[in-house]
């Protein structure tokens, strides 16, 4: 396959384009719901296919030092409704890490054997926006957060990263 080309794969009703890279997100990032979907209105518009925005990801500069949290830099076309936390499954899917599965119901001695914490998926955070003075974390949809900013989805939107810091324990 040349790195040119687009793939585009269909995994239920989500079709991911991806630019040389050959990945399957898993279903952490169905989590994310679009907004609509959670009344319980079963019009045509909840059921269609998602919509998606093409996404460029880039590590913090603060972070830069961390070079096995890069990714690719092409762009990819992912679901416009996911948050937060569906964009942590898709950057862990990315850097090859565990991406946690709450469907699955797995014994404690099996995550106790398959628990690396080179591999243990990790939390993101994501700041959406143009200059680096007008950037706000991602605290709502993808799609919500590129239209408040004002930004053109004519071009990949830039996406920056970082990992989340954990909350305080008591």
């Known amino acids: 396959l040349d790195c040119g080309q687009i793939e585009q794969r269909c995994y239920g009703?989500?079709?991911?384009?991806?630019?040389?890279?050959?990945?399957?997100?898993?279903?952490?990032?169905?989590s994310d719901t679009p907004d609509e979907s959670n009344n319980n209105n079963n019009d045509a518009a909840t059921?269609?296919?998602?919509?998606?925005?093409?996404?460029?990801f880039r590590l913090a500069p603060e972070c830069q030092e961390a070079t096995h949290l890069t990714v690719p830099p092409e762009a990819i076309a992912i679901p416009s409704h996911l948050q937060r936390k569906g964009l942590s499954a898709v950057m862990n899917h990315l850097l090859g890490r565990?991406?946690?599965?709450?469907?699955?119901?797995?014994?404690?001695?099996?995550?106790k054997e398959n628990n690396n914490e080179d591999t243990m998926a990790l939390e993101f955070d994501f700041l959406v926006?143009?200059?680096?003075?007008s950037q706000r974390l991602l605290r709502t949809s993808?799609?919500?957060?590129?239209?408040?900013?004002?930004l053109s989805l004519e071009e990949a939107v830039v996406v920056t990263y970082f990992p989340a810091t954990p909350a305080p324990t008591a």
């Open 13 to 30: 009703d989500i079709q991911l384009s991806f630019l040389g890279i050959h990945s399957i997100i898993l279903s952490a990032i169905m």
């Open 47 to 56: 059921t269609t296919t998602t919509q998606q925005i093409r996404v460029s």
């Open 98 to 111: 565990q991406v946690e599965d709450d469907d699955e119901d797995n014994d404690m001695e099996q995550d």
């Open 129 to 133: 926006g143009g200059a680096a003075s």
């Open 142 to 150: 993808l799609e919500k957060e590129v239209r408040r900013a004002g």
